[in-house]
């Protein structure tokens, strides 16, 4: 912290042993993390730490929708890097989704292990779509490029299957061919850009939300489905503004956990 600031952003949870580490040895500085929540040994957050996360659920079970509305085989599929309480957001509120317009379709989940084995995650996407699987939500980092390339390879034979991406609008990873086809159905969008604007707006303001632990969602616009939407249906377009406004209206609480996720199903 060699530079005078007001706010100090780290982005990923990966930078959580550093933020911690210049929290404590600098006290009066002020530190911001995304995608992290970082406590001392007692499990109390640090007061000069504000922790950033998302409802990666609520955004994941809008792509859930697409989904379930997509499939032509009734059989999708998630990929997931690690096994985790974050990834497993992703993958509850995508089922969750799924189930929601297509009740009777068979979801097919897998964890690579890594975030960074794209040949793991093409073998992974090469058996779940040798199987019947025609959509698959991919939550795993770079081992979710090898999705996309499994994916472009059956596409260019005719096979008719899609990824979704994560994190931001990934159509142009799903592209091939010469007329710009792509194989990415949408992607589920984290708007960390969204996040730091408002955090960074309330510390300019006084308001430093340094000890919280925030999350940010629909209704702050900081998760949802890509602004490409060229290969969903109105029918799905339309049902993902239904259901966004039953989320965001407390009609529809999406699950985060097993658990919670048991739970949905059986209210269905």
Do not use: C
Not at 76 to 105: C, T
Not at 106 to 122: H, K, L, M, P, T
């Amino acid at each position: 912290m060699r530079d005078d600031v007001d706010l100090a952003w780290a982005i990923g949870f990966l930078m959580e042993d550093a933020v911690r580490t210049i929290g404590e040895q600098v006290e009066d500085t002020q530190l911001a993390i995304v995608d992290s929540v970082v406590v001392d040994a007692d499990g109390q957050p640090y007061p000069n730490i504000a922790n950033v996360t998302f409802k990666e659920h609520e955004g994941s079970f809008l792509v859930g929708v697409a989904a379930g509305l997509q499939t032509e085989g009734n059989k999708v599929g998630f990929i997931g890097g690690v096994e985790g309480a974050l990834i497993k957001k992703f993958e509850n509120g995508f089922k969750a989704g799924v189930k929601a317009v297509n009740p009777d379709a068979v979801i097919e989940v897998q964890y690579a292990e890594s975030f960074n084995d794209e040949q793991r995650g093409a073998q992974i996407a090469n058996t779940m779509y040798s199987q019947g699987v025609d959509v698959i939500y991919q939550a795993a980092g770079g081992t979710g490029n090898g999705v996309f390339t499994e994916a472009i390879n059956r596409a260019r034979n005719g096979e008719p299957v899609w990824v979704i991406g994560v994190d931001r609008d990934q159509h142009e990873e799903g592209e091939y061919g010469d007329n710009g086809e792509s194989v990415t159905l949408t992607s589920m969008v984290k708007r960390v850009d969204r996040a730091v604007y408002l955090v960074s707006e309330r510390t300019m303001n006084g308001d430093f939300p340094g000890g919280e632990t925030l999350e940010y969602g629909l209704e702050d616009e900081a998760v949802g489905i890509a602004p490409s939407t060229d290969n969903m249906s109105e029918e799905a377009l339309q049902a993902v503004v239904d259901f966004l406004n039953q989320i965001q209206a407390g009609e529809i609480s999406v699950p985060q956990t097993d658990e919670e996720y048991e739970e949905f199903l059986s209210a269905l």
